[in-house]
């Protein structure tokens, strides 16, 4: 993805922008215990381990590749076989580049969705929080691997699900006995073909969530349904990206989701402070807990957030800013990853995810 500051204006509609700010404050913090119970398996981020989850995606994945069969793969052996109860939803397109002429490409995004079972019964009922990040590689420099953009936020992502499934069914488990029902899910959305082919316009990148965000905004839901179309099922569009580098900066990009990334800063700052965290950086990875609302400008990164932001749909968009220095370099690959910094996010992700899915009081001999 490139800089870009546009003049345009987030559009969100007043009753959305009161939901999603009362939605903040009812979830339930996790406690000190919580956080400090949050751990990971070095060997899933281990860039030589192939049984893991970030090693198989440390290779090239240009879209009609091998290498973008081989990531899918990946991701789909991986929830079917640890994860079977999320349901895996394919959302195909072909499109043609400036690169490849009039040869169609194929770009396939795949969804990994988790909801209660009285949720799945009743399609639409769930409002969803949405975890995403690409998985697409940029076709240059040749060898191209990208672990910041976005091998490592991938593997956080797939971290984060096996993660919170035990608590999950936990949750879910003890509300129906109790007769209660919590109109909450997730999904992980992992996008193809975000990168640009020769050099970045409207045209040339996003490929894989332009199709996704115009097909759901199409696809109208049953009419007993809560929500109207899979779009409007978003309860918040988290998008990860650039992740993985030492000493990231992570800017707070729109006042409507404030609330959500000073949640988020809370969560870092007090693992820090807990010493539940790795790295030791000389600020925090997300700075901008006390910004403002007059600091705010109509100015963000472009990235896959935009299709589904121009829909109305609250973004968190967790991208470092200024970029990482191996940013579209050859140099963006597994021996370059700063793996306490991946560690990190790994788990201010995960704390994040368990928070909104409140499961502050749901503990799993399984989970954290």
Same mark, same amino acid.
């Given at each position: 993805?490139?800089?870009?500051?546009?003049?345009?204006?987030?559009?969100?509609?007043?009753?959305?922008?009161?939901?999603?700010?009362?939605?903040?404050?009812?979830?339930?913090?996790?406690?000190?215990?919580?956080?400090?119970?949050?751990?990971?398996?070095?060997?899933?981020?281990?860039? *030589?381990?192939?049984?893991?989850?970030?090693?198989?995606?440390?290779?090239?994945? $240009?879209?009609?590749? =091998?290498?973008?069969?081989?990531?899918?793969?990946?991701?789909?052996?991986?929830? /079917?076989?640890?994860?079977?109860?999320?349901?895996?939803?394919?959302?195909?397109?072909?499109?043609?580049?400036?690169?490849?002429?009039?040869?169609?490409?194929?770009?396939?995004?795949?969804?990994? %969705?988790?909801?209660?079972?009285?949720?799945?019964?009743?399609?639409? %009922?769930?409002?969803?929080?949405?975890?995403?990040?690409?998985?697409?590689?940029?076709?240059?420099?040749?060898?191209?691997?990208?672990?910041?953009?976005?091998?490592?936020?991938?593997?956080?992502?797939?971290?984060?699900? %096996?993660?919170?499934?035990?608590?999950?069914?936990?949750?879910?488990?003890?509300?129906?006995?109790?007769?209660?029902?919590?109109?909450?899910?997730?999904? $992980?959305?992992?996008?193809?073909?975000?990168?640009?082919?020769?050099?970045?316009?409207?045209?040339?990148?996003?490929?894989?969530?332009?199709?996704?965000?115009?097909? #759901?905004?199409?696809?109208?839901?049953?009419?007993?349904?809560?929500?109207?179309?899979? +779009?409007?099922?978003?309860?918040?569009?988290?998008?990860?990206?650039?992740?993985?580098?030492?000493?990231?900066?992570?800017?707070?990009?729109?006042?409507?989701?404030?609330?959500?990334?000073? @949640?988020?800063?809370?969560?870092? @700052? @007090?693992?820090?402070?807990?010493?539940?965290?790795?790295?030791?950086?000389?600020?925090?990875?997300?700075?901008?807990?006390?910004?403002?609302?007059?600091?705010?400008?109509?100015?963000?990164?472009?990235?896959?957030? =935009?299709?589904? +932001?121009?829909?109305?749909?609250? !973004?968190?968009?967790? !991208?470092?800013?200024?970029?990482? @220095?191996?940013? *579209?370099?050859?140099?963006?690959?597994?021996?370059?990853?700063?793996?306490?910094?991946? *560690?990190?996010?790994?788990?201010?992700?995960?704390?994040?995810?368990? =928070? #909104?899915?409140?499961? +502050?009081?749901?503990?799993?001999? /399984?989970?954290?």
């Amino acid at each position: 993805m490139v800089r870009f500051f546009s003049s345009r204006v987030l559009g969100t509609c007043i009753s959305s922008l009161l939901l999603l700010t009362g939605t903040a404050f009812g979830y339930t913090e996790l406690s000190d215990e919580r956080l400090k119970a949050i751990t990971l398996d070095a060997a899933d981020f281990d860039i *030589h381990n192939k049984d893991g989850l970030l090693a198989p995606l440390l290779i090239t994945r $240009v879209p009609g590749t =091998e290498g973008q069969v081989v990531a899918q793969k990946h991701f789909v052996n991986f929830f /079917a076989s640890q994860l079977p109860s999320w349901q895996i939803i394919w959302q195909n397109s072909t499109g043609t580049t400036p690169a490849t002429g009039s040869r169609e490409l194929p770009f396939q995004n795949v969804i990994f %969705r988790r909801e209660p079972q009285w949720c799945v019964d009743a399609p639409g %009922r769930c409002g969803l929080l949405t975890l995403v990040a690409h998985y697409d590689s940029k076709i240059a420099p040749e060898g191209f691997i990208g672990a910041t953009d976005s091998a490592a936020p991938c593997a956080m992502l797939m971290y984060t699900a %096996r993660a919170i499934e035990a608590q999950l069914v936990k949750l879910w488990e003890d509300m129906e006995a109790k007769g209660e029902k919590s109109d909450v899910g997730v999904q $992980v959305i992992l996008l193809d073909g975000e990168e640009a082919f020769v050099s970045w316009t409207s045209t040339d990148s996003l490929y894989g969530s332009r199709s996704l965000a115009n097909e #759901w905004e199409q696809s109208p839901l049953s009419g007993v349904s809560t929500y109207h179309d899979p +779009m409007d099922q978003i309860s918040l569009f988290v998008l990860l990206d650039l992740l993985g580098s030492a000493s990231p900066t992570v800017p707070s990009y729109f006042q409507s989701t404030h609330w959500a990334y000073k @949640r988020m800063a809370d969560i870092e @700052r @007090r693992m820090r402070e807990l010493g539940a965290l790795e790295a030791t950086p000389m600020s925090p990875f997300l700075p901008d807990h006390g910004k403002q609302a007059t600091a705010f400008g109509p100015a963000w990164v472009e990235d896959d957030h =935009e299709p589904f +932001m121009h829909k109305g749909v609250p !973004i968190l968009h967790i !991208i470092t800013s200024p970029f990482p @220095r191996v940013w *579209h370099t050859i140099d963006d690959d597994g021996e370059h990853l700063d793996m306490a910094t991946v *560690h990190d996010w790994a788990k201010i992700t995960l704390a994040f995810t368990m =928070e #909104w899915m409140d499961l +502050m009081n749901v503990a799993s001999p /399984a989970g954290p």
